[in-house]
């Protein structure tokens, strides 16, 4: 598989080529970047062996039929947006490294008695606009109206952006598959995370998606000149924040799996000489166990309310974003597994601290999740890595779970 593999890593690469910022990876929900990433994505699709049709969302599916128009239709897929100043293999491999899984089986003349639907998601990151999966919510018809309304940095509604691509008018589509037509979603995506390097192992099986809850936390005092307020008499609002911040990393820190992380922190109208009226902030709680993870909210938001009655603070406390943990699916799990035993020698089983468009999915058909080992676990990073080899082991594992998913089906 060789062959295969060299082709995988120069298809990685040339799609890491197309961005909408020169000099950095950037590719968001239906930009031109996007849509000339749909093409390319698109060609290859063909090559497969795979009809090509790209839905009102920007979603790009590649199906491949199986000569039994009942049978099932098994899903595989990730996305194709990025962050800003990305790596090129965050999405992008669980979209390439099917096609060439399929390129293989075709080279080989072995028909799969299912279908298969490959699809590149428009949108995962939530950079664009401030909610996640829009790609995937759309094709599970799970996009709502609410989501519409959502705004980018130029005050266009997602509605406005979608119906000036679509060119007409647009309403939130149902699912494109009813559940009882599928077997499953299998998403192959780099680790994100150090494990799997530490064990020196090139993949590993997904077992939960991480229980994730996300809010805006505002803290406000009182603004001053800051070269003639004594201290003592200060009602500083980023020095209350601060406080909370090195609580929450203490507090998530004596508690493993937990991890919190303050990754956005705004002081609107601060300047050099000026005492902090308000600062907001964002916190990011994820654990394996939803009832773990909303205990440490409550007591982090609870903390936060001390901090800001001991310092005479007013606190506010907003919700932004809420995913339950999500359990893989154990027959989907064990095949996998399986595969993975076949061409390593050695399985593992994790879980995934990140989202993944398998959240949305695993509400319409079970999932199963492969991940890649990735170097240093950096991601989100233009220096995002998986090697060759361990793309390889990745492709032989996929090609081997199809052969054994098709048996099963026969």
Known sequence: MDKLSHRLVQMLDELGRVTDEPGRLTRTFLSPAMERANELVGRWMREAGLSVREDETGNL??????????????????????????????????????????????????????????????????????????????????????????????????LEVIEAHAEKRFAPPKSVHRAADLLGYVEVHIEQGPVLESKKLAVGVVSTIASQARG??????????????????????????????????????????????????NVPAGAANVIPGET??????????????????????????????????????????????????????????????????KGLSLISGAGHDGVVMAALTPIAMLFVRCRDGLSHHPGEYAAPKDLDVALRVIVDFLERLGETKT
Request: aromatic share 6%; charged share 25%; hydrophobic share 45%.
């Open 61 to 158: 599916i590649g199906r491949l039929e199986c000569p039994v128009k009942s049978a099932r239709t098994l899903l595989m897929g990730s996305h194709l947006d990025t962050v800003r100043n990305a790596g090129r293999f965050d999405g992008a491999l669980g979209v390439v490294l099917p096609i060439v899984a399929l390129m293989n089986l075709k080279e080989r003349r072995i028909a799969l008695p299912f279908h298969v639907e490959v699809l590149g998601f428009s949108e995962e990151e939530a950079v664009r606009f401030t909610g996640a999966y829009i790609g995937s919510k759309a094709y599970t018809g799970r996009l709502r109206v609410a989501d519409l309304r959502l705004r980018d940095t130029r005050n266009q509604t997602l």
């Open 216 to 265: 805006r936390l505002t803290f406000r005092g009182k603004a001053g000149h800051a070269g003639t307020t004594p201290m003592n008499l200060r009602r500083d609002a980023l020095a209350g924040a601060a406080e909370f911040i090195i609580f929450a990393e203490a507090f998530a820190g004596a508690r493993p799996p937990l991890v919190a992380t303050v990754g956005t922190i």
């Open 280 to 345: 907001v902030l964002s916190i990011d709680v994820r654990h394996a166990n939803d009832a773990a993870c909303d205990a440490a909210v409550a007591e982090l938001v609870r903390q936060a309310r001390r901090t800001a009655r001991g310092r005479q603070l007013v606190f506010k406390w907003e919700p932004t974003m809420r995913h339950l943990a999500t359990p893989c699916s154990p027959q989907l799990t064990k095949q996998l597994s399986r595969s993975i035993r076949t061409v390593q020698g």
